[in-house]
């Protein structure tokens, strides 16, 4: 850990790397320690009844079960799109004609350089089964934003893809 | 890491720590890695005339500029709304009569166990000068809503804060 270094690895998992930079930092004190994740895509799927398609799992970063939109990790040399589309068929078993892009976000300026990926999937109907471990729960709009107000639906990664889809007009207005 | 242990912590920093977790993983295989960082806020703040009050600042993770809601970890013992009083006066020098929850969300639920407490600050005011290396933006609800679209505002779990204020009701129609 040389302080002559700008960057270093100094731990790594099969997940991210925590990477130090002494670029701006002062000298002979910490340096700043950032993540190195992998992208990741986050994806918004309505049934043609126009219910959202959520998916419920058990977490242990929070050690409870939470509801979320299906969501994955980008794989090696997969553009996002592919991923997204991917990850909503094996977590959901739904798939759909249609893979719109919403944009790309910072998931955590403070710490991240990796991006979110955000899709809507505008008729998705399913195909398949479920991952196993992972319960497909279909939520209406108001619905969802019920469980957002009460607390169950409470990734705040996922609440920016609503509002990104939200603030560009691609949900309908019921919706926002 | 002997792997009959629960949880351990296996790198730790000033601002977050890594902890190898066994639970429910395969036997010999990789634990799960979960980040423990401590909690933070992030504060939707109103100048009378309705505009967000919004900090730029140059972010090492991400190596560039960003347009942001003011937000800060919360030290030890003090309250989230006092956190975000705080954090909203020393980053941007203003300053709001009253402060109102807006919610608590999960900022990753696939890697971490801390919270994100949203406020808002609907009568914020100037009273001093912003953080060195801060500099202070107002936008209207529409410049916002711009920045957002074309990807100047990209930070996901400021979107977020904005989504939950949305859904609750606590922002102006036409800021939804």
């Known amino acids: 850990m040389a302080p002559d270094r700008a960057a270093e690895?100094?731990?790594?998992?099969?997940?991210?790397?925590?990477?130090?930079?002494w670029d701006g930092q002062p000298e002979g004190g910490e340096p700043y320690y950032a993540l190195r994740l992998v992208d990741f895509t986050c994806t918004i799927a309505l049934t043609p009844k126009q219910e959202f398609v959520l998916v419920?799992?058990?977490?242990?970063?929070?050690?409870?079960?939470?509801?979320?939109?299906?969501?994955?990790?980008?794989d090696p040399g997969e553009s996002p799109s592919d991923s997204a589309g991917r990850e909503l068929a094996e977590e959901t078993g739904y798939v759909g004609t249609r893979i719109e892009s919403l944009g790309r976000l910072a998931p955590d300026t403070g710490r991240a350089s990796n991006?979110?990926?955000?899709f809507l999937?505008?008729?998705?109907?399913?195909?398949?089964?479920?991952?196993?471990?992972?319960?497909?729960?279909?939520?209406?709009?108001?619905?969802?934003?019920e469980s957002i107000r009460g607390g169950e639906f409470d990734h705040a990664l996922h609440l920016a893809a609503l509002h990104l889809a939200a603030v560009t007009g691609k949900l309908p207005p019921w919706a926002n």
């Open 115 to 118: 991006a979110m990926w955000c």
């Open 9 to 21: 690895t100094v731990f790594q998992t099969p997940w991210f790397d925590i990477v130090a930079k």
């Open 56 to 74: 419920r799992q058990y977490r242990p970063a929070v050690e409870r079960k939470t509801l979320e939109l299906p969501a994955g990790h980008v």
């Open 121 to 145: 999937v505008p008729d998705a109907v399913p195909q398949g089964e479920p991952e196993p471990g992972i319960e497909v729960v279909l939520y209406s709009a108001a619905e969802l934003a």
